[in-house]
């Protein structure tokens, strides 16, 4: 059994900062991939970006030049630099975790709202 905890997310003004984190624990596999998605009101889940377990990361178009993932392998840790933060960037910020066999694991989310 794997356990997502997120943190780092609050309010913010538009144009603002914001760093996400993720800790994993429970029984965690070499080969894995690692994930934000976000989720606003009214609208479905959505990704927001990856990272493997070897560094390769993907980003969803809206985020791209603006967020950063990466991970500390050896603290099971996924973190998201959210930067030039926009009003429509505000969502739950969800962690996942996919292991072998496509098993998934979620975060119960944190929230990130930007104001204008």
């Known amino acids: 059994q794997v356990q997502l905890v997120e943190s780092g997310g609050g309010l913010v003004q538009a144009g603002g900062s914001l760093r996400l984190s993720c800790a994993a624990s429970?029984?965690?596999?070499?080969?894995?991939?690692m994930g934000w998605y976000r989720q606003a009101p009214g609208k479905q889940r959505d990704l927001v970006a990856t990272i493997t377990n070897g560094g390769t990361t993907n980003y969803a178009e809206s985020v791209k030049g603006r967020f950063t993932i990466s991970r500390d392998s050896a603290k099971s840790t996924v973190y998201l630099e959210m930067n030039s933060l926009k009003p429509e960037d505000t969502a739950v910020y969800y962690c996942?975790?996919?292991?072998?066999?496509?098993?998934?694991?979620w975060g119960q989310g944190t929230q990130v709202t930007v104001s204008s």
């Open positions: 429970g029984r965690i596999f070499i080969y894995n991939v």
């Open positions: 996942k975790l996919t292991q072998a066999f496509g098993s998934e694991s």
